[in-house]
């Protein structure tokens, strides 16, 4: 499976983000996901963005310290005030020029005003 969608992300694994195994833990991976998605839905909207759901994770593969993470997002379904963002995350070892899919998840946003009330995202398609 190929990358889809924009690159939203690009950070390198650290020893604080492993689990007591020595992986990268899987809570960092899916924080990288959702904050990747948010900034996709932040500009395309120019909206704040808050997650209302999280679905379909999956860690098809393993990350250690030092090595990339590179998170890509695309829009998959716009509500009145809300968006569906897809999340892709390939790691690549430090040294390496390869990379595989390491997480993938989707993310339900809902856009906010400066009061913090649901406001149209502007991008509504009429599907919901």
């Known amino acids: 499976m190929h990358p889809e969608g924009d690159l939203v992300i690009r950070v390198t694994a650290m020893p604080t983000d492993l689990n007591p195994y020595g992986g ?56 009145r005030t809300s968006l569906t963002v897809r999340t892709q995350g390939y790691g690549r070892p430090r ?17 906010l005003d400066a009061q913090d009330k649901p406001v149209p995202s502007g991008l509504y398609d009429g599907a919901a």
């Open 95 to 111: 040294a390496a020029d390869g990379e595989a899919e390491v997480a993938h998840g989707t993310f339900t946003f809902v856009t």
């Open 24 to 79: 990268v833990f899987g809570g960092w991976l899916m924080s990288q996901l959702a904050l990747g998605a948010a900034s996709l839905v932040t500009r395309r909207t120019g909206h704040k963005a808050l997650v209302v759901a999280a679905d379909d994770f999956a860690f098809p593969g393993t990350m250690k310290v030092g090595d990339e993470l590179n998170v890509y997002a695309q829009v998959v379904r716009t509500g």
